[in-house]
């Protein structure tokens, strides 16, 4: 690649990240041409893509953008998932696929929204359900509290109804 097509590439590449909630640098030792065109085609699914890069390439990138310094773990061959939509959905189709081929591509670290994950944290951000799955659990989490508090409300106006009615009954009883 010459100087300029590199200088275009880092620019390029540079709006991906800046525009990422999620970026994961993997390793991808072990995986063939075709297992990685399935590893992106999982990813693209997921609003997610997948990317080998040089990694001094990666680090020109990172240079000038408002992340954490990751530049330790841009060493040997690494791929980098670049999460538009997510993280949770870009790290689970990762582990996902890696399940079915000898644990590869293997996490390196990964940033989310300007905090440093480690391997651990990434594995398990891949466990927690899908956006939409939590966004219900906690609508239902916040339902229950929430009707509660409606019928308690509705009770104590039927209750003041109820009075108000036996008021209105006594005094027309003491004007009658």
């Not at 399935?38 to 240079?63: C, F, H, I, P, S």
């Not at 408002?66 to 791929?79: A, C, F, M, V, Y």
């Not at 591509?105 to 905090?115: A, H, I, M, N, T």
């Not at 219900?136 to 109820?162: D, Q, R, T």
Request: hydrophobic share 45%.
């Amino acid at each position: 690649m010459k100087r300029v097509e590199k200088q275009s590439f880092v620019e390029d590449f540079r709006e991906r990240l800046q525009d990422s909630p999620a970026i994961f640098l993997t390793d991808f030792s072990g995986l063939d041409v075709k297992s990685m065109t399935v590893l992106r085609d999982e990813l693209r699914k997921t609003g997610a893509e997948y990317m080998v890069v040089k990694n001094r390439l990666v680090q020109l990138a990172l240079r000038d953008l408002d992340l954490p310094d990751i530049s330790e773990w841009l060493s040997g061959p690494t791929g980098v998932v670049i999460g538009h939509r997510g993280p949770v959905e870009a790290a689970k189709a990762v582990a996902e696929f890696a399940k079915g081929h000898a644990d590869r591509p293997v996490f390196k670290v990964g940033v989310l929204e300007k905090s440093v994950l480690g391997p651990s944290e990434i594995e398990r951000l891949a466990k927690l359900p899908p956006r939409e799955q939590l966004l219900a659990m906690v609508a239902g989490a916040l339902e229950g509290p929430l009707s509660s508090f409606a019928a308690v409300l509705e009770a104590k106006l039927h209750e003041m109804v109820g009075l108000l009615t036996a008021l209105q009954e006594k005094r027309e009883g003491e004007g009658g």
